[in-house]
């Protein structure tokens, strides 16, 4: 049985830095490529970012891009999203999602965590 489990969330000032951690159990994690994806209330799943995994390839939002970074640490099983310079705009329940292919389409990544909230006061 595959767990995601997310930590990090909280509550941030606009401009601030946030750092969002996924644990992943249940599979080999190495094989599979990860992503981070979000959801504002009454808003429709968002991608964020994904990492295939060996870490050589990464893709972002353009929203995000510059701002926030993907990494995973195989060794441990998880997978980060470093915010930075975060808006009030990035307020969200930040979800991870484990998949076979690096794309930024939710369908591809059967596996998902229950998300960690993120909130940016202005």
């Known amino acids: 049985q595959v767990r995601l489990v997310e930590s990090g969330g909280g509550l941030v000032q606009a401009g601030g830095s946030l750092r969002l951690s996924c644990e992943a159990s249940?599979?080999?994690?190495?094989?599979?490529?990860m992503g981070w994806f979000r959801q504002a209330p009454g808003k429709e799943r968002e991608f964020v970012a994904t990492i295939n995994p060996i870490s050589t390839t990464t893709d972002y939002a353009e929203s995000v891009k510059g701002r926030f970074t993907i990494s995973r640490d195989n060794a441990k099983n998880t997978v980060y999203l470093q915010m930075n310079d975060v808006k009030p705009d990035d307020t969200a329940d930040y979800l991870c999602a484990m998949g076979g292919i690096l794309s930024p389409l939710p369908r591809f990544y059967p596996f998902w965590g229950q998300g960690t909230q993120v909130t940016v006061s202005s």
């Open positions: 249940g599979r080999t994690f190495s094989d599979y490529v």
